[in-house]
């Protein structure tokens, strides 16, 4: 393994199973499998939904993230590979790339290393068209929402207070605001739109969260697409758009199977982005993996101010999970960029700079155990140049928390460099004191909620609201919509909304500029800074480098 080989690399040149024998490891049979080709299945989460749920469950989480990157979804292949050695029965439950980091410039989210999910161009490419299905749905309703309008308008909707727009899986600055409808009459009503990536949409939000197909059409049925005259809500069910939008869903409801690089099974199941979505993977995928397994690894988008706020607040709260354990990644190198290092700077040893860093991680540690009351134990991915007395520094600190640090060498050297790791997450699991609870109770006012997550997760002095945010709160709950948890849109780079501050800043106030009401999904959505709900592509995006040649063999995917 020391030769250097790139993910796609060490991917391509391993021998991949037939999905029928890793599906045996778990003990499905191919009559438990809908096969998309030789090397991907789909399984249905209906025929084991009477089974009980068996596994621990375990979050994989991190610190704020770094361009210097930290490898949560790495870690957590690794670690789910690592426990199958130890003896574990382990089901990984991810969730799927969007195309839009993949082109962009974070790239895929398949693991890296010797710690991959496979086919990893297959589920960073397409994969078996879940995201298109989501999109189609989404773009089915904004059509019908436009007719509806075209042909008379019976509902009396407001064209000025239209909330659902339509999707791509793209990062495509240029269609967050248009102009639609233009032309003659027969185009349509003129009127201003907008587009959101697929994995901010409403409807993928509903897929990660719903129990059954019966499920997911009631919760699309819930979705709010705008508001009358009269500034009364205009639901999906009014326009009779329920039906067929889960009819264009009845295979991407189903948890897709695939294996690691060591041939263990993983579930890859919906893609909601952390920084404007819930960021976990389908309830399904995961009720799925814990009927079958012993233990099921997870994970959540970005660091623990956001994927895991919202896995614990948000996920855990409506599917009734309680983790057993959770794993915290960081690395040298990022808690150094933590602590003011620029990226070209960090090769050699800075313990001074790391122990500026350092507070970021230990701020997370804290979420973790003190905030929700959980076993934690941290990760560190470990690179060639890490110096000895920076991870003994890393270790003291942790240690000071009651938390202990595993290294973790999963990217050269698959599960067997984390199998020190998968020890200590078994001895939490099963040992370790568990006092789980929710950060706030459903029946505490929006506003509320929204400064218990700003002072006990980001570790902000408050929220404040602008005018028309504070509005909007009021008549969300004289609608009826207060006892929803929230979540929140937030810059991924910082504890706080500006992405600049890095580290544990203090004496920081978040604003929220805006709030909405995911009524479907079960959520209020409160943004802040100027997180969007539609990426752009940066200046040399990745796309530049994705090749193909002629015997169809992809390139340049990572």
Known sequence: MSEYKSDIEIAQSTEIQPIAQVAEKIGLTADDL????KYKAKVDYSKVADQPDRAKLILVTAITPTPAGEGKTTTVVGLGDALNRIGKKTILALREPSLGPVFGVKGGAAGGGYAQVIPMEDINLHFTGDFHAIGAAN?????????????????GIDCRRITWKRCVDMNDRQLRNIVCGIGSRVNGVPREDGYDITVASEIMAILCLSKSISDLKEKLGDIIVGYTRQEEPVTARMLNAQGA???????AVKPNLVQTLEHNPALIHGGPFANIAHGCNSVMATKYAMKLADYVVTEAGFGADLGAEKFFDIKCR??????SAVVIVATVKALKMHGGVPKTELSGKNTQALERGLPNLLKHIEN???VYGLPAVVAINKFSGDDGEELDLIEEKCRDLGVKVALSDVWGHGGAGGEEL???VVRLAEEGENHFEFLYPDSMPIREKIGTIVREV????????????AKEIARLEKLGFGNLPVCMAKTQYSLSDDPAKLGRPE????????????AGAGFIVALTGDIMTMPGLPKVPSAEKIDIDPDGRITGLF
Do not use: C, W
């Open 34 to 37: 809908e096969f998309y080709g």
């Open 139 to 155: 773009n089915l309703l904004a059509a019908m929402i436009d007719n509806h309008i075209f042909q008379g308008n019976a509902l």
């Open 245 to 251: 939008m889960a009819a264009l869903l009845k295979d």
């Open 318 to 323: 409506k599917a009734g999970l309680r983790p």
């Open 368 to 370: 973790v155990t003190k």
């Open 422 to 424: 998968a020890r200590e």
């Open 458 to 469: 980001y570790g902000g002095d408050g929220a404040d609201f602008t005018a028309g945010a």
């Open 507 to 518: 004496g920081f106030r978040v604003t929220i500029r805006s709030v909405r009401v995911s």
